[in-house]
């Protein structure tokens, strides 16, 4: 019976040592995922003047003066003309 007993204590440590590792682990995944998630949220507020800026328009082709669309081309075949 003692044998039993201590057999399931060794268990019962052995359980709370892997769930606190396996705690740290999601507690280190998560922070890293949250630290990244808060960079990218950053990074969007510092550039957001950028987006909402008038001036900074992109500039548009001229051939001799006369606007040329932009041409975006798939590479499928379907724009001869590319």
């Given at each position: 019976m003692r044998h039993e007993r201590s057999m399931?204590?060794?268990v019962d440590v052995t359980n709370a040592r892997i769930n606190?590792?396996?705690r740290s682990l999601k507690d280190i995944r998560n922070a890293r995922i949250n630290q990244?998630?808060?960079?990218?949220?950053?990074?969007r507020k510092r550039t957001s003047h950028i987006?909402?800026?008038r001036r900074l328009r992109l500039?548009?082709?001229r051939i001799?003066?006369?606007?040329q669309q932009?041409?975006?081309?798939?590479l499928?075949?379907?724009h001869p003309q590319c």
């Open positions: 399931a204590v060794l606190q590792q396996t990244q998630t808060r960079s990218l949220k950053d990074i987006r909402h800026s500039p548009v082709p001799n003066g006369v606007l932009l041409r975006f081309c798939t499928d075949g379907a």
